[in-house]
């Protein structure tokens, strides 16, 4: 079960830390990754983290957000700063385990565990 917080309202250029909170004994064998999903849009892909900590990030955020996992909290962060009001979706959370410690999917399609969502507003 995953438990997705840290949404909310921020005027553009400010910062949002995101969390992704896990119930299991082997967080740290999963993979994690954020997604997106803007009103009239497809969910997209912001960024991942794999079992072994490499990290992926959308072109769209590459810069200014950072993803990161505490396997100790069964935690995954993701922390966006000089945020834009197109950077406004619901943001999700999921996990997977993949026999590549390495590897991290980055379609929705590859994850079969989700958090519920949350909102992320960014007023110009």
């Known amino acids: 079960q995953l438990q997705a917080s840290g949404g909310g309202l921020v005027q553009a250029g400010g910062s949002l830390r995101l969390s992704c909170a896990a119930s299991?004994?082997?967080?740290?064998?999963?993979?994690a990754a954020w997604f997106r999903q803007a009103p009239g849009k497809e969910r997209e892909f912001v960024a991942a983290?794999?079992?072994?900590?490499?990290?992926n990030y959308a072109d769209s955020v590459k810069g200014r957000s950072t993803i990161s996992r505490d396997n100790r909290e069964n935690t995954v962060y993701l922390q966006m700063n000089s945020l834009k009001p197109e950077d406004t979706a619901v943001y999700s959370c999921?996990?997977?385990?993949?026999?590549?410690?390495?590897?991290?999917?980055?379609?929705?399609?590859?994850?079969?565990?989700w958090g519920q969502g949350t909102q992320v507003t960014v007023s110009s």
């Open positions: 299991g004994r082997t967080f740290s064998r999963y993979a």
């Open positions: 983290i794999s079992s072994g900590g490499t990290t």
């Open positions: 999921a996990v997977e385990r993949f026999y590549d410690g390495s590897y991290f999917g980055l379609r929705p399609g590859e994850y079969n565990y």
